[in-house]
């Protein structure tokens, strides 16, 4: 299967601009953009201090997207992540308060310590493809 050079023109710029801050981490960027080309996600494991946080928040800005991150606890309920309605008093209507799931780009950091109930939420909008 062969590549569009307008294709992979924009991802070696792309690649190129997120390397300028990103330094050292050439095979994990190669991957990160592979998991992005293939419209999929990437879980990263690894100790502190290699630079995953500053990855995603450099290639969202890189493609001038939102970023977000959520530190999963073990308080957490699906609602943090997903959003809720909240009531409006002086209106009388309800508005939707949209969870940071709601983005282009998503940390979830320490997913293990979630809830169940939490973990089963972003599994289920990462499968559905809902956000």
Same mark, same amino acid.
Do not use: C, W
């Given at each position: 299967?062969?590549?569009? %050079? *307008? +294709?992979?023109?924009?991802?070696?710029?792309?690649?190129?601009?997120?390397?300028?801050?990103?330094? =050292?981490?050439?095979?994990? #960027? /190669?991957?990160?953009?592979?998991?992005?080309?293939?419209?999929?996600?990437? #879980?990263?494991? =690894?100790?502190? !201090? #290699?630079?995953? +946080?500053?990855?995603?928040?450099?290639? *969202?800005?890189?493609?001038?997207?939102?970023?977000?991150?959520?530190?999963?606890?073990?308080?957490?309920? %699906?609602?943090?992540?997903?959003?809720?309605?909240?009531?409006?008093?002086?209106? =009388? /209507?309800?508005?939707?308060? #949209? !969870? %940071?799931?709601?983005?282009?780009?998503?940390?979830?950091?320490?997913?293990?310590?979630? %809830?169940?109930?939490?973990?089963? *939420?972003?599994?289920?909008?990462?499968? /559905?493809?809902?956000?």
């Amino acid at each position: 299967m062969e590549t569009d %050079p *307008a +294709t992979a023109e924009l991802m070696e710029r792309i690649l190129y601009e997120v390397k300028r801050v990103v330094v =050292g981490q050439d095979r994990f #960027l /190669e991957r990160v953009m592979v998991a992005l080309l293939a419209g999929g996600h990437l #879980l990263v494991e =690894g100790v502190p !201090g #290699l630079a995953k +946080t500053l990855t995603v928040k450099t290639l *969202a800005a890189v493609l001038q997207g939102q970023f977000r991150r959520i530190q999963f606890t073990p308080d957490l309920v %699906p609602a943090d992540l997903i959003g809720t309605r909240i009531y409006n008093q002086k209106t =009388g /209507e309800f508005s939707t308060a #949209l !969870g %940071p799931v709601f983005t282009h780009l998503l940390l979830a950091d320490e997913i293990n310590r979630a %809830p169940a109930k939490v973990q089963s *939420a972003l599994l289920e909008v990462m499968q /559905e493809r809902q956000v």
